[in-house]
């Protein structure tokens, strides 16, 4: 019977109005099927582009007046030309200013085609200034081009905020490197090994990456206390080294995935 049903249905899905007879004029034909051509048209033709939330994370000369832009969506990290870069639109493709951008084009390099400030832009300087840079370069780096991740854009808008409002630079760096490790599919257990094994306080671990925490009983360079990775699991940066524990922790995570490559913006913490 569902077969029966189904081949019923089709043939009366192909099957024209004017094929069968109808007390209908000939101009209603004519006019049906200008509308079903108008439909077929419209639905083939690319969809209107949308305008979204963005970031600036990146921006350098393109041609004679044009801009290549990096910017962070909740629909991933998208290229873009910005024309008319030396006028008022150049003016706004700084970084941390929120924008709605709408983008054109179905390629990997699209064109910016309409851009308005959408908020007021996170008033950085001196090192939380570098600390927003570092930001940026690291998402350049590691996320992908055109994979959305919504919640990297949410926690990146909300980290601006937090530098611009003086909030303690470490916990903040720390937690936002976390999160996008996790997001991108490479984080770990901080309060387990990779056995499955609840970490020991008073044992030492080192990270093998992309598989998790393994508990050593040799003294080798590059170990951590585990009493530092359950503050680490607890985000309770009060404890004794968990913080100077968590920065090179993250560093040794974050180091194969960047290929071996520095970050120029960590060198800006350095400069006198």
Known sequence: ?????????TS???????????????????????????RDFISLSPTQPIAQ????????????????????????????VLRGARGKAGT?????????VEFRGRGELKNVGRMESSGIAAWLNGE???????????????LPAEDPHPAVFDHYAATLLALAEGRPLEPLLRSFEWRLL????????????????PIAADGLYRLQVDAGLERVYLLQ???FNGVELLAM?????????????????????????????????RELFRKP
Not at 1 to 9: H, V
């Open 1 to 9: 019977m569902l077969a029966n049903a189904s081949c019923q249905s």
């Open 12 to 38: 009366l899905s192909t099957d024209t109005p004017h094929s069968r007879a109808s007390p209908l004029p000939h101009w209603f034909w004519i006019v049906y099927k200008i509308v079903l051509r108008q």
């Open 53 to 80: 939330a963005a970031y600036v994370l990146h921006s350098r000369a393109y041609r004679e007046s044009s801009a290549l832009v990096d910017f962070l969506t909740p629909q991933g990290r998208l290229r873009a």
């Open 92 to 100: 706004l493709a700084r970084p941390f200013v929120p924008l709605e």
């Open 128 to 142: 939380a200034l570098f600390s927003g840079l570092y930001l940026n370069e690291l998402l350049i780096r590691l």
């Open 182 to 197: 996790d997001d991108l599919g490479y984080g770990f257990a901080l309060d387990a090994d990779l056995h499955g094994e």
């Open 221 to 223: 360079p590059g170990l």
């Open 233 to 265: 699991a607890e985000a309770d940066w009060s404890a004794p080294g968990a913080l100077s524990a968590a920065k090179r922790l993250m560093r040794q995570a974050l180091a194969v995935h960047l290929g071996g490559k520095p970050l120029v913006s």
